[in-house]
């Protein structure tokens, strides 16, 4: 699937430029920094601005060490680009081989984030912040994840997870499909995907992926989050070689986000805070 280049995001926010919400008389809450880029109900608005909500995220609370969980092959910037946007990126997966890919000039951590973080690599209180782009669908363990994620996390520092959702339609059958079936419809309509490509598919069980706060707050306060944020999306461009279906479900989207039917929604930004302690 391809996306539009990333975005930057209209701001709105109650703080000048080059001012770090550390030096404001009062730090901005995760809903107020995310109001403050003006999100769209659909899923495009997601993937163009999900680098410029980072390094928002990243200037208001004066965040500088991110840790992308998941990033393997395919991390979130280069060295030079991660050095030019003042972020230190440390690129986590969990299999050496993925590491291995990882464009050179960055650092990287070998750890499971739902596992038990034995690890020589792992770093307790060591991130200012955590990232990750479509990995938590593949995480067997979400809500260890989460409580991994809190232990990583500096005080104050502040985690993001874009994930996609059940019960959105085209994700539920993926989900419902057995995993031969639903890798032989990936790989034909995006041949990128195929074993050996640069985007493989893997096996997603969409442990806790939902779009809905009331769902997802019990677990992430007992994952140690007192200050959350869950940000919804509907659509998606899975149908866009499939004339017909392509705007049965197009239009079915759109009435599910004026609606606000969290149900069926397609994807999600899950944006936690650790306190500062």
Same mark, same amino acid.
């Given at each position: 699937?391809?996306? &539009?280049?990333?975005?930057?995001?209209?701001?709105?926010?109650?703080?000048?430029?080059?001012?770090?919400?550390?030096?404001?008389?009062?730090?901005?809450?995760?809903?107020?920094?995310?109001?403050?880029?003006?999100?769209?109900?659909?899923?495009?608005?997601?993937?163009?601005?999900?680098?410029?909500?980072?390094?928002?995220?990243?200037?208001?609370?004066?965040?500088?060490?991110?840790?992308?969980?998941?990033?393997?092959?395919?991390?979130?910037? @280069?060295?030079?680009?991660?050095?030019?946007?003042?972020?230190?990126?440390?690129?986590?997966?969990?299999?050496?081989?993925?590491?291995?890919?990882?464009?050179?000039?960055?650092?990287?951590?070998?750890?499971?984030?739902?596992?038990?973080?034995?690890?020589?690599?792992?770093?307790?209180?060591?991130?200012?912040?955590?990232?990750?782009?479509?990995?938590?669908?593949?995480?067997?363990?979400?809500?260890?994840?989460?409580?991994?994620?809190?232990?990583?996390?500096?005080?104050?520092?502040?985690?993001?997870?874009?994930?996609? @959702?059940?019960?959105?339609?085209?994700?539920?059958?993926?989900?419902?499909?057995?995993?031969?079936?639903?890798?032989?419809?990936?790989?034909?309509?995006?041949?990128?995907?195929?074993?050996?490509?640069?985007?493989?598919?893997?096996?997603?069980?969409?442990?806790?992926?939902?779009?809905?706060?009331?769902?997802?707050?019990?677990?992430?306060?007992?994952?140690? #989050?007192?200050?959350?944020?869950?940000?919804?999306?509907?659509?998606?461009?899975?149908?866009?070689?499939?004339?017909?279906?392509?705007?049965?479900?197009? &239009?079915?989207?759109?009435?599910?986000?004026?609606?606000?039917?969290? #149900?069926? @929604?397609?994807?999600?930004?899950?944006?936690?805070?650790?306190?500062?302690?």
């Amino acid at each position: 699937m391809s996306f &539009a280049p990333a975005a930057t995001p209209r701001m709105s926010l109650d703080i000048t430029p080059g001012e770090t919400a550390t030096s404001a008389q009062a730090e901005p809450s995760l809903s107020r920094v995310f109001a403050g880029l003006a999100p769209d109900w659909h899923s495009d608005w997601a993937w163009e601005n999900y680098e410029a909500t980072i390094l928002a995220l990243a200037r208001h609370y004066g965040l500088r060490s991110v840790c992308e969980i998941g990033g393997g092959r395919d991390p979130l910037f @280069t060295a030079a680009q991660a050095a030019q946007r003042g972020i230190d990126l440390i690129v986590n997966d969990i299999d050496a081989g993925e590491l291995a890919l990882t464009p050179s000039g960055l650092k990287t951590a070998r750890f499971d984030i739902a596992g038990d973080l034995s690890e020589p690599d792992v770093a307790h209180g060591g991130y200012d912040m955590m990232v990750s782009r479509m990995v938590f669908e593949h995480i067997d363990g979400v809500a260890q994840a989460w409580r991994n994620v809190h232990a990583l996390l500096a005080p104050g520092g502040v985690a993001l997870a874009f994930f996609p @959702t059940l019960w959105a339609p085209v994700f539920a059958l993926n989900h419902l499909l057995p995993e031969k079936a639903s890798r032989a419809i990936v790989h034909a309509l995006f041949p990128s995907r195929r074993d050996g490509g640069g985007d493989p598919k893997f096996p997603a069980l969409y442990d806790w992926c939902r779009g809905n706060s009331r769902q997802l707050a019990p677990m992430l306060k007992q994952a140690g #989050f007192s200050e959350m944020h869950v940000q919804p999306f509907w659509g998606h461009g899975y149908f866009e070689r499939l004339p017909g279906l392509r705007e049965v479900d197009k &239009a079915f989207n759109a009435l599910a986000a004026k609606t606000r039917w969290h #149900f069926v @929604t397609t994807y999600a930004y899950v944006l936690v805070r650790k306190e500062r302690g």
